[in-house]
């Protein structure tokens, strides 16, 4: 079966330009993730979703960072004013139901502000 | 708040070596989830193994065996008899019971290079 899949998987913006990563998640899993990847370091939780409902976006760096997901599938986390900072690889994380599941990882997106 | 260390960011071995990757956490919650991570060269991150609090029991599956010790916090990952397609940064990650879904926090990463 077809994985979690996003895309552009590169982009690169101009410093000021809004940008929108869309994440395809594994059909039917409920739980939907975002998770920021900085260069030579580890994932770094951005927000989460369960179905529609974003129930956790302490992660967010600031208000310029903005993630739906408005029918419980496809999710958009869309950045406005991009940054050089913002420069990272994006990832998306889907998992199902059950309580502590494996979560599936998409390819990231790697955005470059320049 | 949590948190996970990896020490060692990069690990060089020749094939058929044995890897021991090290990684130790910090949680206040009592009921927690540890995790390793492989992300090759394509970037996307494979699960490899997961372990709740409550089972200190260590196991071997195929070439990847664990450690899990709560009396020194620490969760380490060895895989025997190494091959290159083994080449990749491996992530050790912490899952806590009271957060919202499952959110992982993980560890800078260990980079494994492995020559033939």
């Known amino acids: 079966g077809a994985g979690v899949s996003q895309s552009p998987r590169y982009k690169v913006a101009k410093r000021g330009q809004d940008v929108a990563l869309r994440c395809d998640p594994i059909s039917g899993h409920v739980s939907l993730f975002w998770y920021q990847q900085a260069l030579g370091q580890g994932p770094e939780f951005l927000t989460y979703?369960?179905?529609?409902?974003?129930?956790?976006k302490s992660g967010l760096p600031s208000d310029r960072f903005f993630a739906e997901r408005p029918e419980g599938s496809v999710s958009t986390l869309k950045i406005q004013r991009t940054q050089q900072e913002d420069s990272a690889v994006y990832l998306c994380a889907s998992s199902s139901r059950l309580a502590y599941n494996e979560q599936f990882f998409g390819p990231g997106t790697r955005l470059t502000v320049l | 708040a949590q948190k996970v260390t990896q020490a060692q960011t990069e690990i060089s071995v020749v094939e058929k070596e044995d890897v021991t990757l090290d990684c130790v956490y910090e949680t206040r919650d009592t009921t927690y989830y540890l995790f390793w991570y492989k992300q090759p060269p394509s970037g996307e991150l494979v699960f490899l193994i997961r372990?709740?609090?409550?089972?200190?029991q260590n196991e071997i599956s195929g070439r990847y065996s664990w450690n899990f010790q709560k009396s020194t916090s620490s969760f380490n990952f060895t895989i025997t008899a190494s091959q290159v397609v083994d080449s990749a940064v491996y992530f050790c990650a912490l899952s806590e019971a009271g957060a919202a879904g499952n959110k992982l926090t993980f560890g800078g990463g260990t980079r494994v290079l492995v020559k033939p």
């Open positions: 372990r709740n609090s409550f089972d200190e």
């Open positions: 979703f369960q179905n529609e409902a974003q129930l956790d």
